[in-house]
């Protein structure tokens, strides 16, 4: 048996902070904010997938991958089961407190750009019953 589900995903193209070098930007964004954001389970239980790219200049491929243009540092996607479900995860506490106000010691956040892709059907099977 096989169910249908809709998922969109948040696509979120990332200047670092003016004074950081890209390395010290992406060890930062690596070791710091992923695991960040990942700790955050409010969040978390409405987010399918998380995946973050790094993306140093404009020439590389990945900061071209969704159509966006401009010397971004980074690249993150983050898969929601619906457009409710991402603005919910957005309001939830620990993001408040904890993810939102981290982002600003890395990233340029008036030269992002972010969009959220149309609903996508993807199809999964349905879990198995162990009784």
């Known amino acids: 048996m096989q169910m249908t589900d809709t998922v969109v995903t948040l696509v979120v193209c990332v200047r670092r902070k003016a004074g950081l070098s890209r390395e010290e930007f992406s060890r930062y964004y690596r070791d710091i904010h992923?695991?960040?954001?990942?700790?955050?389970?409010?969040?978390?239980?409405h987010l399918i997938d998380y995946v973050q790219h790094h993306a140093f200049g404009s020439d590389n491929p990945i900061s071209g991958l969704f159509g966006?243009?401009?010397?971004?540092?980074?690249v993150a996607g983050l898969t929601f089961a619906s457009?409710?479900?991402?603005?919910?995860?957005?309001?939830?506490?620990?993001?408040l407190n904890i993810v939102r106000l981290d982002e600003p010691n890395f990233v340029d956040l008036e030269n992002c750009l972010s969009f959220v892709t149309k609903p996508v059907y993807v199809k999964r099977r349905a879990e198995q019953s162990t009784s």
């Open 68 to 74: 966006a243009s401009g010397d971004y540092d980074a």
């Open 34 to 45: 992923a695991p960040l954001i990942l700790s955050a389970s409010g969040f978390c239980r």
């Open 83 to 95: 457009v409710d479900a991402m603005r919910t995860a957005f309001e939830e506490p620990d993001y």
